[in-house]
């Protein structure tokens, strides 16, 4: 099961936020809010609120357990941007782009694996023992000599 926050309109540039969001993925989710409160950077703010929301959706919505999620993406990507200029010499202006971005963490619960893995188990043991009663029950064929 996959379980998503999105943070949208965020006022940082995809650039930065994208070195902070490398340094979680694939970490479990609370060792990763954890790593993120001495991170010294503004974008980690913005993913551990995101990452906060992402558990918590997970927690009320679905009743997982908070210690069994992982971070199985984080997808950062551009925002419309605000485009302001700065005045210089000679009546001319230089052009300033705030940029935003948007911010999407997936999470995956590790219990689930578990649980599917023991059903594809059982599928393929159950599957075996029909295989063999369907060959038991089909009639030997006789050689001719």
Do not use: C, D, W
Not at 59 to 71: D, F, H, P, R, S
Not at 96 to 120: A, D, F, G, N, W
Not at 121 to 130: M, P
Request: aromatic share 2%.
């Amino acid at each position: 099961m996959e379980i998503q926050a999105i943070g949208k309109y965020l006022r940082i540039s995809p650039r930065k936020l994208v070195t902070v969001a490398a340094l979680v993925k694939k970490k479990k989710a609370v060792e990763a809010l954890a790593h993120l409160r001495f991170v010294n950077k503004k974008g980690a703010k913005f993913v551990s609120q995101v990452l906060a929301s992402a558990i918590a959706n997970a927690k009320n919505n679905l009743k997982l357990v908070e210690n069994n999620l992982v971070i199985k993406k984080i997808e950062v990507q551009k925002g419309p941007m605000l485009k302001r200029f700065q005045p210089v010499s000679r009546g001319r202006a230089h052009p300033i782009l705030k940029r935003m971005s948007h911010l999407k963490v997936v999470l995956e619960s590790t219990e689930e694996r578990k649980v599917e893995t023991q059903k594809t188990v059982e599928k393929t043991s159950h599957q075996i023992v029909e295989q063999e009663k369907a060959k038991s029950t089909q009639p030997k064929k006789k050689e001719v000599t």
